[in-house]
């Protein structure tokens, strides 16, 4: 026979453990949010970071803090957030989803998983990647400049700077079955003074950066399922035979074990953010098409990227 104090006790808790569990969900959020940047300010993903931060401080009625802590190809950011902030909702990453796909397939010793501790909320914005290569160059296009290249092994170079770059720009020169010297940059402004400079003849770039270059900078080749302004006469990789180069987009993500209450709370926050008439005109002044994917496509998206990233390092 139970005693009747023990009884008590269990009946207290089935009553109460609901509550407790859904009390977090409904407050949430009851103070301060801070947006990690895995990135220097100034680059996309910090513009992205500063727009909805300032939105989603107003729908919320909370402070919203932005802190960058860039360095290791973002890692030392990425893993901030997984490893050290509390799984509670108050502390995000925002993510370029190819950095962080990216990382099983370039990185050692992560102390981190990068598709399991680090989950997303919600895609924001899916933006493109371009191929380009100087305007000063003889070749129009990019089957031009492979033609070129495989008549010279070896004397035309392509630049890089971070490992998706990198990674794109090894696989290219691979699918195209051409021979060129890679040249790796310490950073972005460097490696596009390169390339506008003819010092390297192709490389990758999001769209944002083709864009600043303007006409010193001519785009080859774009990624995205159809072809969309401002570059109409630009083939998109699918149409060139490489459907695989994917685009880049933004996410926000938490720790791994933020409740779900609290996940899709965020996730409903940040999509009525993304309703703005100012986000969404600052969005199109950044080249970035507005999402918002759930938390499950956003993890599923995810994972498929990084199995891209996986397959180009296995090949030869």
Known sequence: ????????????????????????AQEFPGKRITIVVANTPGTTVDTVARLLGAEVARLVNQTVVIENRPGADSIIGFEYV????PADGYT???????????????????????????????IVGSGRYVVGTSAKSQWKTLRELAAYAK?????????????????QGDSL??????????????????????????EVQ???????????LGEKLRVLAVT???????????????????????????????????????MDKLHEVFARALDSAEIRSRF?????????????????KLAEEAKLYLDIAKKP
């Open 173 to 198: 020169v691979r699918d195209l079955g051409l021979e060129m010297v890679h040249v790796p940059y310490a950073g972005g402004a460097p490696f596009l003074q390169a390339l506008v400079g003819d």
């Open 1 to 24: 026979m139970v005693a009747p104090r023990v009884l008590l006790c269990v009946l207290l808790t089935a009553v109460l453990l609901p509550w407790a569990v859904s009390v977090p």
């Open 92 to 122: 995000l990453a925002v993510v370029s989803v190819s950095s962080l796909a990216a990382l099983p397939a370039t990185a050692r010793n992560l102390r981190f998983d990068p598709l399991v501790d680090l989950p997303p909320v919600i």
């Open 151 to 167: 008549q010279n092994p070896g004397k035309l170079n392509y630049g890089s700077f971070g490992s998706v770059v990198r990674m």
């Open 224 to 262: 995205g399922d159809k072809r969309r302004a401002p570059y109409l006469d630009v083939p998109t990789f699918a149409e060139l035979g490489f459907p695989h180069y994917q685009g880049a987009s933004v996410s926000f993500n938490v720790r791994a074990g933020t409740p779900k209450p609290v």
């Open 202 to 212: 192709l490389g990758f770039m999001n769209e944002t950066a083709a864009m600043g």
């Open 284 to 300: 199109a002044r950044l080249q970035l098409e507005i999402t918002s994917d759930s938390p499950e496509l956003a993890a599923r």
């Open 82 to 85: 997984a490893r050290q902030a």
